[in-house]
């Protein structure tokens, strides 16, 4: 049984104006099924009991270059509802329960083609496709501080913040989300505090408490993104590809991200300092030199790590001896200093990626002697 489980997918397919007026005709703009949505764009909510949702908008000009019509008809469709119905809390974690789900999905298109002939399933291109993993029992404070790293660690090139996601939502908040995108290999990739998502969207009291402490991981695939990695003969064997590559499809991006190392452990400012100073030995002035890094993230929070090295060390090769010393102790450089946080593991394990090192453990039972029950570790299962 596997973590991971595919979330969300849209079946795309463009149609012209006369199709447009059709659809439009079908529909009661006075019921609560029916809605319009912005100029020429309206949704369909009678198959939401299925976890499906029909949008139809106008196209962007970009689209009707690629399409030549003006028109797109969007299924958006959480696989887990197929065959959950309306609980959000429970995810298809078997072959067979999706291959169920899959089977559903095409009855349920027969269905929605018969009573609204928006088109068979196979005229639709499978245009979105969310990879997502939920990681249980993490608290809140920790889920913050995380997301709050993630936005620190430098990136190779190709991946970039997804400004127009917090440019466009006035409650973004990047302690509550870390969304990064590579639109030259169609994808996005996020880690996000589940349980503030369900309070933003208004899930129900149980579905909350369930997220509660809940930190998910997605890969969010666009269509470029399918086509090189899940891309088969119809839909039924792309899902099905999608559905077995979904933990190595996480992993790959996930080590291909960041420049620096994800295995180090993060301190609180002064016992970091302390552990630095013992563990150095005779060697001050590689202590001072790290410590003159520390200061400079600590006192810029929002400063990136490589922004940091440029500040103080502008030598490619003292900036490469600095990563190598903080490696070589299984510490980050980005702490937690003001904050009542004394230890958060590496973002490797946390996250559920590798299982814990033994220099890990011993940093963690350090802190825990220290701090005592305020320190947390997670055993997340590594897929």
């Known amino acids: 049984m596997s973590n991971y489980f595919i979330h969300t997918i849209e079946l795309r397919k463009a149609i012209d104006i006369e199709k447009y007026k059709e659809l439009i005709s079908k529909c009661n703009f006075n019921s609560k099924n029916h809605k319009w949505i912005g100029f020429q764009n309206f949704i369909n909510l009678e198959y939401i009991q299925y976890g499906i949702r029909l949008e139809i908008r106008k196209c962007t000009n970009n689209e009707i270059k690629n399409y030549s019509k003006p028109f797109l008809i969007t299924v958006i469709v959480n696989m887990n509802m197929l065959i959950y119905n309306m609980d959000l809390t429970k995810q298809i974690h078997s072959t067979d329960e999706f291959d169920e789900a899959i089977e559903t999905l095409f009855d349920i298109m027969d269905k929605i083609d018969s009573d609204f002939q928006i088109g068979e399933i196979d005229e639709f291109n499978l245009s979105r496709l969310d990879i997502a993993r939920d990681v249980h029992g993490i608290p809140e404070n920790i889920i913050k501080e995380v997301n709050k790293m993630l936005y620190r660690i430098p990136m190779y090139d190709g991946y970039t913040n997804n400004k127009s996601l917090e440019e466009?939502?006035?409650?973004?908040?990047?302690?509550?989300?870390?969304?990064?995108?590579?639109?030259?290999?169609?994808?996005?990739?996020?880690?996000?505090?589940?349980?503030?998502?369900?309070?933003?969207?208004?899930?129900?009291?149980?579905?909350?408490?369930?997220?509660?402490?809940?930190?998910?991981?997605?890969?969010?695939?666009?269509?470029?993104?399918?086509?090189?990695?899940?891309?088969?003969?119809?839909?039924?064997?792309?899902?099905?590809?999608?559905?077995?590559?979904?933990?190595?499809?996480?992993?790959?991006?996930?080590?291909?991200?960041?420049?620096?190392?994800?295995?180090?452990?993060?301190?609180?400012?002064?016992?970091?300092?302390?552990?630095?100073?013992?563990?150095?030995?005779?060697?001050?002035?590689?202590?001072?030199?790290?410590?003159?890094?520390?200061?400079?993230?600590?006192?810029?929070?929002?400063?990136?790590?490589?922004?940091?090295?440029?500040?103080?060390?502008?030598?490619?090769?003292?900036?490469?001896?600095?990563?190598?010393?903080?490696?070589?102790?299984?510490?980050?450089?980005?702490?937690?200093?003001?904050?009542?946080?004394?230890?958060?593991?590496?973002?490797?394990?946390?996250?559920?990626?590798?299982?814990?090192?033994?220099?890990?453990?011993?940093?963690?039972?350090?802190?825990?002697?220290?701090?005592?029950?305020?320190?947390?570790?997670?055993?997340?299962?590594?897929?």
Do not use: W
């Open 168 to 383: 466009k939502c006035p409650s973004f908040m990047r302690e509550n989300s870390f969304n990064i995108e590579n639109n030259s290999q169609g994808f996005e990739f996020v880690v996000y505090n589940k349980h503030q998502a369900a309070l933003d969207n208004c899930y129900y009291n149980k579905c909350v408490d369930y997220f509660k402490d809940t930190l998910r991981i997605e890969l969010r695939c666009k269509r470029k993104y399918i086509r090189q990695h899940f891309l088969e003969k119809n839909l039924k064997r792309t899902l099905k590809n999608a559905y077995v590559n979904m933990s190595s499809s996480v992993s790959c991006v996930y080590n291909r991200l960041f420049k620096f190392p994800t295995n180090l452990c993060h301190l609180e400012s002064k016992m970091m300092i302390k552990y630095l100073f013992d563990e150095t030995g005779n060697k001050k002035a590689r202590c001072r030199r790290m410590v003159t890094l520390l200061d400079e993230l600590d006192k810029y929070p929002k400063e990136d790590l490589q922004t940091a090295l440029d500040n103080v060390y502008p030598s490619d090769k003292r900036q490469n001896n600095i990563k190598k010393h903080y490696e070589r102790y299984g510490v980050s450089p980005i702490t937690m200093r003001g904050r009542p946080i004394p230890f958060i593991q590496s973002l490797d394990s946390l996250l559920g990626f590798y299982p814990p090192t033994d220099q890990e453990i011993k940093l963690y039972l350090m802190a825990k002697k220290k701090y005592g029950k305020s320190v947390f570790f997670q055993k997340a299962l590594v897929e």
